[in-house]
């Protein structure tokens, strides 16, 4: 693609960054195919294609976005399907980034849209506010009916829309803080063969401590020391998708500084996330902080130490294992066959742990979680939803698997079948207890 920066342009690295970005790109339409935005809606300006060349207009233009290119860039959900699909190794992650920041910077929302997503900002973020509004969501949750269930809006972009989706996804019961989420050490049960960094997340506290409490068991029960190191918490994935990556920069400097006083401490031999959104950013912060020296060398150090769950018991292999005999349906989250690459791993733990695993359908569409996707664009979300659990179902499988919280609760909403994280069933199949899921 050409592209006609002004040297003043360059000299920003961010567009520098973005400018080597688009001149990868060479139209194929390829990444079309795969998005699901364009698969449902037909529009190009809903494709990644389209998306590079509204993100391109506007920081060529060096000019304040119009509405509708904003309307079109925050309907992306960030699965990065079209990363897997491009031939020319176009990366439409750090390009999309990059126009969510221009726009935060320089366009002026409608007030309420503002609101809404100041609130989310400041609430996924933060453990404890988010269970009261967790909390207080439950009370208000009675009220959901009286709120528009259609929008206008094809991705339901209205604040009374919007309302509604965030009340629909209060879930029916809330637990309590788990104690696994404490910083502490938890001894291998064994003779030790590594020590790892658990990262503790965020909202996955709230919505399903059940998996954090999961991994300690698995990977204490494999001989493996696991650590919640103190000072860490949020990648910032949930804002750095909404634009707000000063917000985004603080938090991995947060966790690259608890993480390298552990490493420098009692020493690392991974930092392990069983949150497959939280692994692909954790494992981008060398690109985050690239524009700080001083940091870079440090993020990147903690971006090579950054594994999922399931790629460190691929490591070791699977122990005293008791086959349940249940088929599974693996769905496997964006972020981690998309944005991390993590194929295989998950499978293969599964079937060695005795389930019958199948892929599903359209395997590569989103579900629609996206993080604060499924708030901001509801309609678009409950589509993706609906189609992803209809290729779910028809499997027939007796348990749905997946690596990341957010598609868990998220499928669970549209169908009856149990689904539960992938630590959870090898939990069980190698001594733990029976996922809540299942019971």
Known sequence: ????????????????????????????????????????????????????????????????????????????????????????????????????????????????????????????????????????????????????????????????????????????????????????????????????????????????????????????????????????????????????????IALAKANITAWLREMDGAGLDAIVINASGCGTTVKDYGNMLAGEPEWQEKAQQVAKLARDVSEVMAEIGLVNVEPKGLTVAYHSACSMQHGQKVIEPPKRLLRDAGFVVKDVPEGHLCCGWAGTYQVLQPELSRRLRDRKVANIESLKPDVIAAGNFGCIGNIAAGTGIPIAHTVELLDWATGGPKPAALD
């Open 1 to 248: 693609m050409q592209t006609n920066f002004t040297l003043a342009q360059l000299a920003d690295p961010e567009n520098a960054r973005s400018e080597h970005i688009l001149r990868k790109c060479v139209h194929c339409g390829f990444c079309t195919a795969t998005c699901p935005t364009f698969v449902l809606l037909g529009d190009e300006r809903d494709s990644p294609r389209g998306r590079i060349y509204l993100i391109k207009a506007m920081l060529e233009g060096d000019r304040a976005p119009t509405m509708q290119e904003v309307r079109h860039v925050d309907r992306c959900l960030s699965c990065l399907s079209c990363m897997t699909t491009c031939p020319s190794g176009v990366n439409y992650m750090h390009l999309v980034d990059h126009g969510r920041h221009r726009i935060e910077e320089t366009y002026a929302r409608a007030p309420a849209d503002r609101f809404m997503r100041g609130l989310l900002a400041w609430l996924m973020p933060r453990p404890t506010a988010f269970r009261w509004a967790m909390m207080l969501g439950r009370l208000a949750k009675p009220l959901a009916p009286l709120l528009p269930a259609t929008s206008p809006d094809p991705g339901g972009a209205t604040f009374l829309r919007r309302l509604r989706a965030m009340l629909d996804a209060v879930p029916a019961r809330l637990r309590g803080p788990s104690p696994v989420d404490r910083p502490q050490t938890f001894p291998a049960k064994g003779l030790r063969r590594k020590r790892v960094a658990l990262m503790p997340g965020c909202g996955q506290q709230v919505l399903a401590p059940e998996v954090n409490e999961a991994t300690v068991r698995l990977l204490t029960r494999h001989d493996i020391e696991v650590v919640n190191v103190a000072g860490s918490g949020c990648c910032g994935s949930s804002v750095l998708h909404v634009g707000r990556n000063e917000q985004a």
